[in-house]
Structure formats: C-alpha cells, structure tokens
C-alpha cells in the first residue's frame, strides 16, 4: 500500500493550528512549528501604531510595516514613505510630522543610554547640522535593498540603526524647535514694522 503525499497548506496560520512546519510560505503537515519561527511571526503581525493620514483616517502599522518603512528628506519638510495595512503611503506636511513622533516613539520606546545619546550628538555633528543629519539619515533609510549586515548593525524601524534613529529624534525636534523660534522672530519683527508705520503716521498727525 503506498501512503498518501503530505497535503501543503499556504498558510503560516494553519501551522500555527495544526502543529505544521512552515517551511518556505508552505506548512508540511506532521512537524511542530519551531518555537521561534512562531514567536518572530506573531510578533511581526503586531499592531504597534495609528498613523492619521491628514484626512481623517487612522492607518494600521505593524511591526513588519516599520523595518519596510522609510524616512524621506530633501532640505525641506520630512516626510514618511509608510508600509501599514492597505499598501504604501507617502505622508508629507504636518501628517509626516505626527507620523514620524508616533513611529520615532514606539521603535524608542525603551530609552536610551548616555552612550547612545553622545553617539547619537556626534552622529548629527558629522553632518554639521540636523539638516545635513536628516539628509543622510534619509538616504540610509531609503537605500535600495536595504543596509550591507544590517541584522549585525540592528537595523530595524525605518531601515536605520537605534542610535540613529534617536538622532532623527533629536534632529526633528530641533529642527521643530528652530521652525517656531523662526516664526515667532518674524511675527516679532512684522508686529515692530506696524509699531513703526502708526508711529510715523502719529508723527505727521
């Protein structure tokens, strides 16, 4: 009598549930499922964000969605090329903005080490200013294929290092800082122009 062919399922799921291998996207039925196959799976499908869009919607980021998501620069404004659960979405503006806190926060969410925030200091130093910083940050992030070891080098979210994510951090937020410094110094300077234009005016009066 010859035995029946094992049935292959396409389903990481099924192993999960029958007791199977996944092996290659495809269960052979009869194995357990090797423990931490199972555990890095799970975690991967994990919801660990809520990005708003900038129109009202909230999209679903998993763990996964991080490691295949990316930060864009080009001297202006940063913006996100994001991976969530209906496909890829580019966010710019102010939804970048709330994005790229929500992202930078949970892939940081353990702190940091005096260590790593020096290095983090002298990584953004290297490039003379954050600007300069979010411009290489960016072409790490969006390098095509991915980073030479990055397992060794622990590349994670948005295809950069923990220290350099914290440098993005902390880039953003003095970039943030200077933006509003700036628009509060023009306000100034416009409301000293108008002081001045009634002054003259009371001056002929």
């Given amino acids: 009598m010859v035995a029946a062919a094992p049935v292959a399922v396409p389903a990481?799921?099924?192993?999960l549930m029958s007791g199977g291998i996944?092996?290659?996207?495809?269960?052979?039925g009869?194995?357990?499922v090797p423990y931490q196959m199972a555990k890095d799976w799970l975690l991967s499908e994990r919801v660990v964000a809520h990005v708003p869009d900038g129109t009202g919607h909230m999209l679903n980021v998993r763990v996964r969605h991080l490691r295949e998501s990316a930060l864009l620069y080009d001297g202006g404004a940063p913006a996100i090329h994001l991976?969530?659960?209906d496909g890829v979405r580019v966010l710019t503006g102010a939804a970048a903005q709330r994005g790229l806190g929500v992202l930078l926060a949970r892939s940081?969410?353990?702190g940091a080490s005096a260590s790593q925030v020096r290095a983090a200091v002298?990584?953004?130093?290297?490039?003379g200013d954050v600007t300069g910083w979010l411009r290489a940050a960016s072409r790490l992030s969006a390098r095509p294929g991915g980073r030479v070891m990055?397992?060794?080098r622990k590349v994670g979210a948005l295809g950069l290092t923990p220290v350099e994510r914290l440098a993005v951090e902390m880039a953003l937020h003095e970039d943030a800082e200077r933006k509003i410094l700036e628009g509060e110094l023009a306000h100034l300077a416009e409301a000293w122009k108008a002081a001045?234009?009634?002054a003259a005016i009371a001056d002929v009066l």
């Fill in 12 to 15: 990481m799921a099924t192993a």
């Fill in 22 to 28: 996944y092996f290659s996207g495809w269960v052979a």
């Fill in 30 to 32: 009869g194995v357990q």
């Fill in 83 to 85: 991976q969530q659960d």
């Fill in 108 to 110: 940081n969410a353990w």
């Fill in 122 to 127: 002298q990584r953004i130093g290297e490039r």
């Fill in 150 to 152: 990055a397992k060794m």
């Fill in 196 to 198: 001045e234009e009634i």
